[in-house]
């Protein structure tokens, strides 16, 4: 059974840290680009980051210098290292696999069901 | 790319068709991907390639467009479509972007 489920969201003061946690069952994280996405409760989506499965990352330029993507492939498990929160970072945090659709990653086809962040102080 | 999505909202009566409008600021081909979003629930992938369904969407989901200019219609429109639909492009990344999103409601 394919599954994505995330953890590790809270309620922190701006300028704190905080690290999700997305455990993956039903396919090897080695083999595929994961990512997170986010949205702040009733706005659109954001995609704030990429771990190909070459071990590349990429990040939205919201969060670069401040967000680490980051994997394990022994526990098939993503995280995401988010340093010098904003209030703008409270949002849904959901993590996501990224199709690749030749040639390129393409289309978020497996989700979790979230895990919220909220920055307030 | 900025993808802008039209109309902000769509209300229809069940068994007619919505239409549902994206338009991206350039040349996307057909890296375009749809996806439904009911309240309290993640993103489902609906339609990838402009126009190909995802496994297990069902017929009266179909997508159109290139370039700039894409739809996605739902025929046969049911109660349990009522949802936020967003548009998504994967020609230029990263970032993979999203458009705004239309709320779809059934009457």
């Known amino acids: 059974d394919v599954r994505l489920v995330e953890s590790g969201g809270h309620l922190v003061q701006p300028g704190e840290s905080l690290t999700l946690s997305c455990a993956i069952s039903?396919?090897?994280?080695?083999?595929?680009?994961m990512t997170w996405v986010r949205q702040v409760p009733g706005e659109g989506l954001e995609g704030v980051s990429v771990?190909?499965?070459?071990?590349?990352?990429t990040y939205a330029d919201s969060v670069k210098d401040r967000f680490t993507i980051s994997r394990d492939i022994s526990k098939n498990t993503v995280f995401l290292q988010m340093n010098r929160l904003r209030v703008e970072d409270t949002a849904l945090y959901y993590c996501?696999?990224?199709?690749?659709?030749?040639?390129?990653?393409?289309?978020?086809?497996?989700w979790g069901r979230g895990t919220m962040v909220t920055v307030s102080s | 790319v900025v993808l802008t999505q039209f109309p902000a909202t769509v209300s229809v009566s069940p068994g007619e068709r919505a239409t549902l409008s994206c338009r991206a600021s350039q040349n996307i081909s057909s890296d375009l991907a749809w996806y439904q979003q009911k309240p309290g629930q993640a993103p489902r992938l609906l339609i990838y390639g402009a126009s190909t369904r995802a496994t297990g969407i069902p017929a009266r989901f179909s997508g159109s467009g290139s370039g700039t200019e894409f739809t996605l219609t739902i025929r046969s429109q049911q109660s349990e479509d009522s949802a936020i639909y967003y548009c998504q492009q994967y020609k230029n990344w990263p970032p993979w972007t999203f458009g705004q999103g239309t709320k779809v409601e059934v009457k």
């Open positions: 771990v190909f499965s070459g071990g590349g990352t």
């Open positions: 039903g396919f090897s994280v080695s083999y595929h680009h």
């Open positions: 996501a696999r990224l199709l690749q659709i030749w040639p390129s990653p393409a289309t978020f086809d497996i």
